[in-house]
């Protein structure tokens, strides 16, 4: 499988197309796309693993452990702007709507206020 192929099978998992992976990147346009013909820079490839979430070494193919290298991982996250934000939320593997996003940060900030 190529760099090009995993990149496309994590972002399509994490229900992103590869435009939009490329933006959260930080990429020049189509630069995920340009893959195709040409190796990435150490430097493009690390910003998309970073947003996939994933190691360079599993986009390269040199493992099959999805995790990424971060040391971070155990960071809160503020489900306040995970369900404010345009993007991706998931639950029990499936992508969050929009409208599910809304009610939840509904009910959280509901139960909030009944402190």
């Not at 893959?35 to 986009?59: C, F, I, M, R």
Request: aromatic share 6%.
């Amino acid at each position: 499988m190529t760099v090009l192929e995993r990149i496309k099978e994590v972002s399509k998992l994490r229900g992103y197309n590869l435009t939009k992976v490329n933006e959260m990147a930080h990429l020049g346009k189509n630069t995920i796309y340009s893959w195709k013909t040409k190796e990435p820079s150490h430097n493009n490839l690390q910003a998309v693993a970073d947003v996939l979430g994933v190691s360079v070494d599993y986009l390269l193919g040199n493992t099959d452990e999805m995790h990424s290298n971060k040391k971070d991982e155990n960071v809160p996250i503020d489900l306040d702007k995970v369900l404010s934000e345009e993007g991706m939320a998931m639950f029990d593997g499936q992508p969050l709507s929009d409208e599910y996003k809304k009610a939840l940060l509904a009910m959280l900030k509901t139960m909030k206020g009944n402190d």
